[in-house]
């Protein structure tokens, strides 16, 4: 059974930093590609970035040249580096298995001052 578990999440003032981490198991996790989504309640869950098994990565555009998608095959575990966090990039943040329904239980990001 694949898990993924989410961490890193937390307050931070505008403009500051957080990276968040999801570890995996239970998967071939070199062999997959991973991604982060957000969500803000009675909006849709958005893809954020994505990153595939070959360090191939895709941003959305509201967080180009801000957030960064890497991972760690040896470790199982893909991380999103925020920077210059905005008021708007408030939201649940989940990480996902791409082209399947594996979906970590979600980490909270808030920006606020």
């Known amino acids: 059974q694949v898990q993924l578990v989410e961490s890193g999440g937390g307050l931070v003032q505008p403009g500051g930093s957080l990276r968040l981490s999801c570890a995996a198991s239970?998967?071939?996790?070199?062999?997959?590609?991973m991604a982060w989504y957000r969500q803000v309640r009675g909006k849709e869950r958005e893809l954020v970035a994505s990153?595939?098994?070959?360090?191939?990565?895709n941003y959305a555009d509201s967080v180009k040249g801000r957030f960064t998608i890497s991972r760690d095959n040896a470790k199982n575990t893909v991380f999103l580096q925020m920077n210059s966090l905005k008021p708007e990039d408030t939201a649940v943040y989940y990480c996902?298995?791409?082209?399947?329904?594996?979906w970590g239980q979600g980490t909270q990001v808030t920006v606020s001052s």
């Open positions: 996902h298995v791409r082209v399947t329904t594996y």
């Open positions: 990153i595939s098994k070959f360090g191939t990565t």
């Open positions: 239970g998967t071939i996790f070199s062999a997959v590609a």
